[in-house]
């Protein structure tokens, strides 16, 4: 069964901790995507990855980092320097990088800080 | 300029209905407009998308109108039903761009 998968579906931290998000796809893809989805503000590019041990930061990477070590996995870091990390995380795919390449994403991590 | 603004923010239809959302960009540089749908809980997925060299798209009950002089792009659902009750997100890339620029997203409700 192809697809990503996001875990855990639900995070609680305590404010000042660090928590990583996992995101793995078993569909062979190229490029993976780091999305952060906020009431009425749409999806927020966070992080990107075309290959291997690359990766370019998006729209709104200050308090958070990401790793690219296999190609089927990009995990997430909120770091306690992301100033309102309570936010629903979305992992997503593609084939490649580019608008050729549609994305599948995960099904999102909500993580709550307090 | 990498901007794109969707409206309205919600929006309610009758079953049967025909739902209409509307986005607008500013990057003459986009050349390429996909539709995702979100359900609760879930994460988006592809439901249509459009070049600016066709006016219209059309899958099923779905159409992408396309105004490239006015720069604006709009999702039609003909016969809106209550499954069709989403999230829906505009989004748009450029040639050689390495990422989407989404819009602020329409909640759909069609009410039975």
């Known amino acids: 069964d192809g697809g990503i998968t996001q875990s855990p579906k639900y995070l609680f931290r305590k404010e000042g901790q660090n928590v990583t998000l996992s995101c793995e796809q078993n569909l062979n893809h190229d490029a993976m995507y780091w999305y952060r989805q906020d009431p009425g503000q749409g999806l927020r590019l966070i992080y990107y990855s075309q290959i291997v041990n690359d990766f370019q930061k998006g729209d709104i990477a200050e308090g958070y980092s990401v790793s690219r070590e296999k190609k089927e996995s990009f995990p997430l870091t909120v770091t306690s320097a992301q100033k309102n990390p309570t936010a629903f995380y979305l992992c997503?795919?593609?084939?490649?990088?580019?608008?050729?390449?549609?994305?599948?994403f995960g099904p999102g991590t909500r993580l709550t800080v307090t | 300029q990498q901007q794109v603004k969707q409206s309205p923010q919600s929006l309610i239809v009758q079953k049967g209905g025909i739902s209409i959302i509307n986005c607008a960009y500013e990057?003459?540089?986009?050349?390429?407009f996909p539709w995702y749908q979100q359900f609760p809980g879930k994460g988006p997925a592809l439901l249509i998308a459009i070049r600016p060299d066709v006016s219209e798209k059309k899958e099923g009950r779905f159409t992408i109108s396309f105004n490239k002089s006015a720069k604006q792009f709009s999702l039609h659902i003909m016969d809106s039903q209550p499954g069709d009750s989403a999230t829906y997100f505009c989004?748009?890339?450029?040639?050689?761009?390495?990422?989407?620029?989404f819009g602020q997203g329409t909640r759909l409700t069609i009410n039975p």
């Open positions: 997503a795919s593609s084939q490649g990088a580019g608008q050729r390449y549609e994305q599948y």
């Open positions: 990057n003459t540089a986009f050349d390429y």
């Open positions: 989004a748009a890339s450029g040639t050689g761009a390495q990422k989407l620029v």
